[in-house]
């Protein structure tokens, strides 16, 4: 009965890799975001989507690519990983676009870049 | 750029005691300010909210307060238990901005029984 999940929950990687990551909301909202949450534990947002369609795009490196296949689901790939990428990825939900709305966090992924 | 500073960075308190958070925004077309408790190793959750037309609102033992002129919101806990211990953030948008969040750099709090 997760409300949002992700996978993998863990994930250790070498520089100059490829990874992805995958969000899964059963909540039937709209919108999903990811947020990176570096070592100091401040939380970013990166992107947003609403109904598949990108909304928000934070000035995030191009390395990294949103694709939402369907408004239940949110992946990001990451391309040639760097030591700075390592940091947990948050995915969340919230039922429409708009900043008033809950948002509902999945568990995190924390990503580590050796 | 939008910013939002949160103070302090660390807060330790006695059970029992009250507990205060502070936040100061930059953006003043910001309207909506949530709060949001993260415990170790879990996810954020939202705690209580307030929006720009509403001074306080409060939620058992936790209040928040607003005082637009000054851009600056405080989160309040009052009879602090060890299930408080956390990292709270509090965070400030605009309703129509695609659901951006800009969060402060978050508040360790430590409950010691």
């Known amino acids: 009965d997760t409300a949002v999940s992700q996978t993998p929950k863990y994930l250790v990687t070498q520089m100059g890799n490829d990874k992805s990551i995958k969000c899964e909301q059963n909540l039937g909202h709209d919108t999903m975001y990811w947020y990176k949450q570096d070592s100091k534990k401040f939380l970013k947002i990166m992107f947003s989507y609403n109904n598949k369609e990108l909304i928000i795009n934070e000035t995030v490196p191009n390395r990294f690519s949103p694709k939402s296949p369907d408004k239940a689901h949110l992946n990001l790939h990451i391309n040639s990983l760097e030591l700075g990428d390592s940091a947990v990825y948050f995915c969340?939900?919230?039922?429409?676009?708009?900043?008033?709305?809950?948002?509902?966090f999945g568990p995190g992924t924390r990503l580590t870049v050796l | 750029g939008e910013n939002v500073e949160q103070h302090p960075s660390t807060l330790s308190v006695q059970e029992g005691d009250s507990a205060v958070i502070k936040c100061t925004y930059s953006?003043?077309?910001?309207?909506?300010f949530p709060w949001y408790k993260q415990e170790l190793g879990k996810r954020p959750q939202l705690i209580i909210d307030i929006r720009s037309n509403v001074g306080e609102k409060k939620d058992q033992r936790i209040a928040v307060t607003l005082n637009k002129t000054a851009k600056h919101f405080s989160l309040h806990i009052t009879e602090t238990q060890p299930e408080d211990s956390a990292v709270y953030f509090c965070?400030?948008?605009?309703?129509?901005?695609?659901?951006?969040?800009?969060f402060g750099q978050g508040t360790e709090l430590s409950v010691k029984p």
């Open positions: 953006d003043s077309a910001s309207n909506y």
């Open positions: 965070a400030a948008s605009r309703y129509n901005q695609g659901g951006k969040l800009i």
């Open positions: 969340a939900s919230s039922q429409v676009v708009r900043a008033d709305n809950e948002q509902f």
